[in-house]
T-cell receptor, first 114, second 111 residues
Framework: DAGITQSPRHKVTETGTPVTLRCHQT?????MYWYRQDPGHGLRLIHY???????DKGEVSDGYSVSRSKTEDFLLTLESATSSQTSVYFC?????????????FGSGTRLTVV | QKEVEQDPGPLSVPEGAIVSLNCTYS??????FMWYRQYSRKGPELLMY????GNKEDGRFTAQVDKSSKYISLFIRDSQPSDSATYLC???????????FGEGTQLTVNP
């Protein structure tokens, strides 16, 4: 996962607590994405960013917020964690311009809400 | 109806078998067709991609697209236990635009 790291790798939290996941890239890519992956649903887009302070919602954004104050960092916050947010969360980055193909994914954060 | 449909499997084959993984899609604007491979407890990684209809070969892997029927295939020849992973199709409109992922097919190749 060269150039993209997620932290923490694992987290257990209690229902109702806020949780922040971090994605850090060293590729200077413009686009960053947060996905969750669940059995029976595959990868679902939560939020994405197309530049510093520019973000937009994905298909499953309820209960999540994001921030991007620097090109290299994209934070995902669960405002009040619920058991339905137990999942594996992946960050991805993509470049723009000629030759840009696909995404590079991080290694994931396994979140358990108890 | 999902924009991309993929049979989640699981699919179990003996070593050396030819594997066929498939997706269908509904958006006729899709032009690039990517395949990602995801090992257990890892992030997906780009395996290969094709542009428009036709075939593309990379070693033991062949990606095939039939835009007329909106059907995407990935073939693996002489499958190996190291091919055991989840394979996700991801078509998109342009090379740099947002991807739409299939659910993924879990493949196990048994020695």
């Amino acid at each position: 996962d060269a150039g993209i790291t997620q932290s923490p790798r694992h987290k257990v939290t209690e229902t109702g607590t806020p949780v922040t996941l971090r994605c850090h890239q060293t590729e200077n890519h413009r686009y960053m994405y947060w996905y969750r992956q669940d059995p029976g649903h595959g990868l679902r887009l939560i939020h994405y960013s197309y530049g510093v302070k520019d973000t937009d919602k994905g298909e499953v954004s309820d209960g999540y917020s994001v921030s991007r104050s620097k090109t290299e960092d994209f934070l995902l916050t669960l405002e009040s964690a619920t058991s339905s947010q137990t999942s594996v969360y992946f960050c991805a980055i993509s470049a723009t311009g000629q030759g840009a193909i696909g995404y590079t994914f991080g290694s994931g954060t396994r979140l358990t809400v108890v | 109806q999902k924009e991309v449909e993929q049979d989640p499997g699981p699919l179990s084959v003996p070593e050396g078998a030819i594997v066929s993984l498939n997706c269908t899609y509904s958006n006729s604007a899709f032009q690039y067709f990517m395949w990602y491979r995801q090992y257990s407890r890892k992030g997906p990684e780009l395996l290969m991609y094709t542009y428009s209809s036709g075939n593309k070969e990379d070693g033991r892997f062949t990606a095939q697209v039939d835009k007329s029927s909106k059907y995407i295939s990935l073939f693996i020849r002489d499958s190996q236990p190291s091919d055991s992973a989840t394979y996700l199709c991801a078509p998109t409109v342009t090379s740099g635009s947002r991807l739409t992922f299939g659910e993924g097919t879990q493949l196990t190749v048994n020695p």
